[in-house]
């Protein structure tokens, strides 16, 4: 992935009641989401911010390298781009003043789900990432995942049979 965002869909607004996959990447690609500190904050400030600009976070998963959102628009004004701004800049001005480095790359990659698509297969695949990439033998065990509507145990008792 490079640095620059995926080309946006030129006649989709990005704003209302939609849903949408999304990820972003650290800056450089480093393995900055390996400090639980740093992925604390990040998933601190997601979830203050998406509450400010009405969006529900139903699922998030921070790789080593980049995160993993599923988040849905609560009303008219819920903007994406604002959220994922805004979401960006908290966490990377705390980033650089606690650590002197960049956090984010530019951008954003996303996938606006249509009418019907399947969320919880969604989730399911979003929390599975460690577990595909090796990390765990379990998704119960990978700390650096969670969401705002869900438990961490009602998410495992729904989706990974307990």
């Not at 393995?31 to 998406?50: E, G, M, Y």
């Not at 595909?132 to 700390?143: F, T, W």
């Amino acid at each position: 992935m490079g640095v620059h965002a995926a080309r946006r869909l030129v006649t989709f607004p990005y704003l209302g009641p939609h849903a949408y996959s999304v990820t972003c990447c650290a800056f450089a690609r480093r393995p900055t989401f390996l400090d639980k500190d740093t992925v604390a904050d990040a998933a601190t400030q997601l979830l203050h911010i998406s509450g400010e600009e009405r969006f529900a976070v139903l699922a998030y998963c921070f790789m080593p390298d980049h995160v993993h959102l599923l988040v849905e628009g609560a009303s008219a004004s819920s903007d994406l781009a604002r959220l994922l701004a805004r979401w960006k800049q908290r966490t990377g001005y705390t980033h650089t003043r606690v650590t002197g480095e960049r956090l984010w790359q530019g951008g954003f990659y996303d996938h606006v789900l249509r009418e019907g698509e399947d969320r919880l297969a969604l989730i399911r695949y979003i929390l599975g990432n460690p577990l595909r990439a090796g990390l765990v033998k379990s998704v119960v065990e990978y700390p650096f995942w969670g969401s705002g509507v869900w438990s961490r145990d009602e998410l495992i008792d729904t989706l990974f049979d307990g």
